[in-house]
């Protein structure tokens, strides 16, 4: 496996948790803080705050500071990274002329960042 194939699993890997993936898709539509989301999805606030922690150590996202609140918004940069990666990886095993659900998957998902 190549050090690109390894990056886009490690990417792929983090995003694929159910609960990771749904505060992806809240964060596509904006800016929210930790309570917003855990009442939108939910979940405890403390888990959805461990998870908010690895998606912004990974820098899928980044927050801002506003008085004691935190709000958390997508790091656009670094999905365009993955993008750079997938694309890389896809063209260079040919992939584009075997479709697969992964890039289905792949291009719903960031097609409105």
């Not at 159910?18 to 917003?36: D, F, T």
């Not at 690895?54 to 004691?68: H, M, P, Q, S, Y």
Request: net charge positive; charged share 30%.
């Amino acid at each position: 496996m190549t050090k690109e194939e390894e990056k886009l699993l490690n990417y792929l890997k983090l995003l694929a948790d159910k609960s990771k993936y749904k505060i992806i898709l809240h964060l596509m539509k904006g800016e929210e803080c930790v309570c917003v989301l855990a009442n939108k999805l939910g979940l405890e606030q403390t888990l959805v705050s461990h998870h908010l922690q690895t998606l912004r150590e990974a820098e899928f996202i980044v927050d801002r500071k506003v008085g004691t609140w935190v709000h958390y918004s997508l790091n656009k940069k670094k999905f365009e990274e993955m993008e750079d990666s997938y694309q890389k990886v896809l063209s260079s095993n040919n992939i584009f002329d075997k479709p697969c659900i992964s890039h289905v998957v792949y291009r719903q998902l960031t097609k409105n960042l």
